[in-house]
């Protein structure tokens, strides 16, 4: 076995070997978390998150990702406080895993990279109108950034509430979407304490599939977008 950890960066998903899928922004995500950038706000609320079951959808592959869809047209789930200055419908979440544990996170906090991340993702209903819009716009997004850890528990029902950790402390920084169109309109929460899922739940992620039916078979893993560059931003954290 090749000596030392075995790096995620050849490990990253052909979409992001296309030199235009890093275009000239100034707050691209993600981002490794380092306490050193980062600075303590206690102006900074606690996140109000209230989410309905009822206003589950559907889940489905699209093709990079796994991806549970929630119905937006009333405000039965959503967040609001924290470093909002509106509330945020949710709109999906998804998950981004990695081939081995080693990696398959999009943050990292301190070069650490975990397993799997989630993300859920939440528009802002008060200055936009739908989501799309929403998407391209400024203030338009809010997205929660969950880290998953292989334990023996397993994740409860696709209940989106039960898929946050107990500890609310979060990281907070301007930033992107991480899949194009890589707009920059998402302010992004990090939960600082990761959620722990089975490794049976893990290894289901890595049987989804990147090819459609018909076409030669190919794993969906390691669908993360490489580190970017923090730029001229701060992060800041709810917690000292
Ligand atoms: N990882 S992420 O959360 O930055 N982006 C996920 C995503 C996938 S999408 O193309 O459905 C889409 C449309 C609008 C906003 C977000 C997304
Ligand atoms: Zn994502």
Request: proline share 9%; hydrophobic share 35%; aromatic share 12%.
């Amino acid at each position: 076995a090749p000596c030392g950890p075995r790096r995620r960066n050849n490990a990253v998903h052909p979409l992001w070997k296309d030199p235009a899928s890093s275009p000239g922004g100034t707050r691209p995500s993600p981002i490794n978390i380092r306490w050193r950038d980062s600075v303590y706000d206690p102006r900074l609320q606690p996140l109000s998150v209230s989410y309905d079951a009822a206003s589950c959808l559907h889940v489905w592959n699209t093709g990079y990702l796994l991806q549970v869809e929630f119905d937006d047209s009333t405000d039965w789930s959503g967040i609001s406080g924290g470093p909002l200055e509106n509330p945020y419908r949710l709109k999906q979440f998804h998950f981004h895993w990695g081939a081995v544990d080693e990696w398959g996170s999009e943050h990292t906090v301190e070069d650490h990279a975990y397993p799997a991340e989630l993300h859920l993702v939440h528009w802002n209903a008060v200055k936009y109108q739908n989501y799309r819009e929403a998407a391209t716009g400024e203030h338009g997004l809010a997205v929660i950034g969950v880290f998953l850890k292989d334990s023996r528990a397993a994740l409860g029902p696709f209940q989106p509430s039960c898929l946050l950790p107990t500890c609310r402390d979060y990281w907070t920084y301007p930033g992107s979407l991480t899949t194009p169109p890589l707009s920059e309109s998402v302010t992004w929460i990090i939960y600082k304490k990761p959620i722990e899922v089975a490794q049976d739940q893990l290894a289901a992620f890595r049987t989804l599939l990147f090819s459609a039916l018909g076409e030669k078979e190919e794993a969906m893993v390691n669908n993360y977008r490489p580190l970017q560059p923090l730029m001229k931003r701060k992060v800041r954290s709810s917690f000292q």
